[in-house]
DNA sequence: GGTTGAACCTCACGTAGCGGGAGGTCTTAC
DNA sequence: GTAAGACCTCCCGCTACGTGAGGTTCAACC
């Protein structure tokens, strides 16, 4: 008995851990359950105490954990905790962007059954510009532009999407062309512009500033004028610093 | 313009997208999103059209579709729906996995925190072998005994992995050494299998039905007679037959 | 018109956890 | 003795890109 009992093969192992052999196999390679054997012509051969092993390994699988930090743990067993707690604050994080892309495709659902014109891909186009400004925000920040999504309902939101661009396009347009801040045709699309924020917002000055410096910083081209040979003015430094003085405007009448 | 305006270039539209320029290379590949033109050396030249197009498939992206299924939807947009439809289910299959995930977590490290014997190690075995069941069930079923486990609280739970593995083998012991069923040793260790699937199943007698069944199918090498060279008896139909018989004369009684 | 730094190009490998198949050997039961 | 199963070792495939490596090309500045 110098194999120290080493009596089970693979397939059996498999059956009795619901895993495939190809999984042990992998197991193997990856030095995470070596066969405590091997049979003369190279046969696996597994003894009770590895079978106890991949037990605890299926386990932790299961629970989602890698196959590293299972390795990991199973050397050093007053990790269990740390690990354990890691792995639940990352199913808490998976949980809450489900339930924000559950009412995300909740509402798209909406829209897409509700709208004919503009058709589905418009649709879509314009959803998805809008959705570039999420990038560069916190979870609260997305639950809180969710919520507000949520309360103003399927048309406004529809009229959101469609407004946003076209009331940014007139002021950088505007911008370029040296039109001064205080001009009337101005002042009323930047009246549109203060619509349409409070809309996307609700009101929440942090969300506003967070936006509006995510914009600054990645709104390059956003909208007509990254194009190859023209100069980058976009939403640029520019374009902010000519809103701001068009808002300047509105505030002081 | 033979190019029809193609003048945006990898860089730009990266920018305006919040992707990345691998990103778009990556879609070039794929044919989801071919630039409309190329200069001379080969630099991707995209049009307005295409940056539109890339606005879907980010939106799409950002949902969770896949690439494919994103490919398809845009050649076919009365698919939307469909798709959007068959994403929602999957999510709200997720959701239901991380919460149940999430109350195994929460036990697991319930059950780390409170023991010290058996070790954590071990403890982690038992809970694995049993896990091994839950294979087979349907999401309802493991819902049940998930709410189970709640319901009986941490003593009971760690009671109960140590237990059903030493009944089980008893009886298979019993069973090999053909013990008749009516064997009173027998029948107080029957009496402690009753309690052990009351206990695990909280009474659902669909549940124990389904148990059963997976454990008749699957339990065969379970416990400790898959060993190369032995007769595979395990959790097989003999050892079914004979707790069958076991149970019956308790009945009787 | 030359130079330089940024942007661009095309490979091509790496990721996590196996699935699945090819092509060959071993074992075991009849 | 033989045939079926179980086993072996490669090795490619999957998702959606990240991350270089090694070599053009572009745009601007002197």
Redesign the interface.
């Known amino acids: 008995m110098t194999d120290g009992g080493a009596?089970?093969?693979v397939g059996?192992l498999a059956?009795?851990?619901?895993l495939t052999v190809r999984a042990l196999h992998h197991y193997d390679e990856l030095g995470l359950l070596r066969p405590s054997a091997r049979t003369e012509s190279g046969h696996r051969?597994y003894t009770?105490a590895d079978l106890?092993?991949?037990?605890?390994?299926?386990?932790?699988r299961?629970?989602?954990i890698p196959l590293d930090d299972i390795a990991e743990l199973?050397t050093d067993?007053t990790a269990?905790?740390d690990v354990?707690?890691r792995?639940?604050e990352q199913?808490?994080d998976?949980?809450w962007r489900?339930?924000l892309?559950?009412s995300?495709?909740?509402n798209?659902?909406e829209q897409?059954?509700g709208s004919w014109r503009p058709?589905?891909?418009e649709l879509?186009?314009?959803?998805?510009?809008a959705?570039?400004f999420?990038?560069g925000l916190s979870r609260e920040q997305r639950t809180a532009l969710a919520e507000q999504s949520d309360r103003i309902g399927p048309d406004a939101r529809r009229w959101l999407d469609a407004e946003w661009p076209l009331v940014l396009t007139r002021l950088a347009e505007h911008c370029r062309a040296g039109t001064p801040p205080e001009d009337p045709e101005v002042q009323a699309t930047a009246r549109r512009l203060v619509d349409v924020v409070a809309m996307f917002t609700g009101g929440d000055q942090e969300l506003v500033t967070s936006v509006a410096g995510f914009f600054r910083e990645?709104g390059?081209?956003?909208l007509?004028d990254?194009?190859?040979?023209?100069p980058?003015l976009g939403l640029g430094d520019e374009l902010w610093d000519y809103v701001s003085q068009v808002y300047g405007n509105l505030a002081g009448n």
């Open positions: 009596r089970w093969s059996a059956k009795a851990s619901g051969r009770e106890r092993r991949l037990y605890q390994i299926r386990l932790l299961e629970l989602g199973l067993p269990v905790r354990l707690a792995r639940l199913i808490e998976e949980q489900l339930s892309l559950g995300q495709v909740r798209l659902m897409v059954d058709d589905s891909g879509l186009a314009q959803i998805g510009r959705s570039v999420h990038d990645h390059h081209g956003m007509r990254a194009r190859v040979g023209q980058d």
